[in-house]
């Protein structure tokens, strides 16, 4: 069992940045695959990043490229979501996921354990 708690969302102008951390419980959390998907008002939970359990690998949705990072530091138990050059259309709730399979996936419907989200707002 894995227990997800995200934080570091906020209020911020378009250009901004923010992270997001993710703070996870269990004892098997260096095993799992993170990654960080988001749900914007009206519309579909949508991917935005992943990492593996080693964090040698990371996959990102096209929008996110080059203005996001996902990290991990297993350490701490903790996966980081860097965000740059904020935009408008990125305002949305930010959930944080573990995946049990060790295989990065984009499908939400795939990851076992989910946080409650943080939110992300960026005014124009």
């Known amino acids: 069992q894995v227990q997800l708690v995200e934080s570091g969302g906020g209020l911020v102008q378009a250009g901004g940045s923010l992270r997001l951390s993710c703070a996870a419980s269990g004892r098997t959390f260096s095993s799992y695959v993170m990654g960080w998907f988001r749900q914007a008002p009206g519309k579909e939970r949508e991917f935005v990043a992943a990492?593996?359990?080693?964090?040698?690998?990371?996959y990102y949705a096209d929008s996110m490229k080059g203005r996001f990072t996902i990290s991990r530091d297993n350490a701490k138990n903790t996966v980081y979501l860097q965000m740059n050059s904020l935009k408008p259309e990125d305002t949305a709730v930010y959930y944080c996921?573990?995946?049990?399979?060790?295989?990065?996936?984009?499908?939400?419907?795939?990851?076992?354990?989910w946080g409650q989200g943080t939110q992300v707002t960026v005014s124009s």
């Open positions: 990492i593996t359990w080693s964090g040698g690998r990371t």
């Open positions: 996921a573990a995946d049990r399979s060790r295989v990065i996936k984009m499908n939400p419907g795939d990851y076992d354990y």
